[in-house]
T-cell receptor, first 110, second 114 residues
Framework: RKEVEQDPGPFNVPEGATVAFNCTYSNSASQSFFWYRQDCRKEPKLLMS???SGNEDGRFTAQLNRASQYISLLIRDSKLSDSATYLCVSRMDSSYKLIFGSGTRLLVRP | EPEVTQTPSHQVTQMGQEVILRCVPISNHLYFYWYRQILGQKVEFLVS????????KSEIFDDQFSVERPDGSNFTLKIRSTKLEDSAMYFCASGLTSVLGELFFGEGSRLTVL
């Protein structure tokens, strides 16, 4: 079973739409979670950390459900520039490494 | 804005040759990493480096690989005898602490092994 699992998409949405991505993780020892964004053939960049209480950063909202081992990312009012692959990432407290999911591809059309 | 820089951006090599990928992390960062991404696949952890030694490595990081920080500035990844399956994008990353998940990645070095 994959450590971090995501729907690969692509999600094809019109500008202004709201879109949600889900992610599940298999290791209950995972303690920290993040969403990274990766543009085509570019490096990953941190979008936001995910806190247990849920957190919001502008148009982006992240949620964590530890009981279900499930993380989500909601993007409101999608922009063309949001088109990218969104990577769900976990880290265990005992470890230095980030564990990446395979990513969910988002295409925002005019 | 400070950034992680990597050289070369693309290297083509023959199977069996040695390759050195170079990285200059952000100057006040203390934790350094190499990740790789095979085309179409996920980003995979190779190794982390702190206080001039390897702090963690993955099963991918076998005896073929080594890292060093020779001059307090550059952070290098050496692949001793490249194989076809080493073809990938290699990302260097640095972070200020080990606790936070915010790593700053370089633009990557694409390695093609023929």
């Amino acid at each position: 079973r994959k450590e971090v699992e995501q729907d690969p998409g692509p999600f094809n949405v019109p500008e202004g739409a709201t879109v949600a991505f889900n992610c599940t993780y298999s290791n209950s020892a995972s303690q920290s979670f993040f969403w990274y964004r990766q543009d085509c053939r570019k490096e990953p960049k941190l979008l936001m950390s995910v806190y247990s209480s849920g957190n919001e950063d502008g148009r982006f909202t992240a949620q964590l459900n530890r009981a279900s081992q499930y993380i989500s990312l909601l993007i409101r009012d999608s922009k063309l520039s949001d088109s990218a692959t969104y990577l769900c990432v976990s880290r265990m407290d005992s470890s230095y490494k980030l564990i990446f999911g395979s990513g969910t591809r988002l295409l925002v059309r005019p | 804005e400070p950034e992680v820089t990597q050289t070369p951006s693309h290297q083509v090599t023959q199977m069996g040759q040695e390759v050195i990928l170079r990285c200059v992390p952000i100057s006040n960062h203390l934790y350094f990493y190499w990740y790789r991404q095979i085309l179409g696949q996920k980003v995979e952890f190779l190794v982390s480096f702190y206080n001039n030694e390897i702090s963690e490595k993955s099963e991918i990081f076998d005896d073929q690989f080594s890292v060093e920080r020779p001059d307090g500035s550059n952070f290098t990844l050496k692949i001793r005898s490249t194989k076809l399956e080493d073809s990938a994008m290699y990302f260097c990353a640095s972070g200020l602490t080990s606790v936070l998940g915010e790593l700053f990645f370089g633009e990557g070095s694409r390695l093609t092994v023929l």
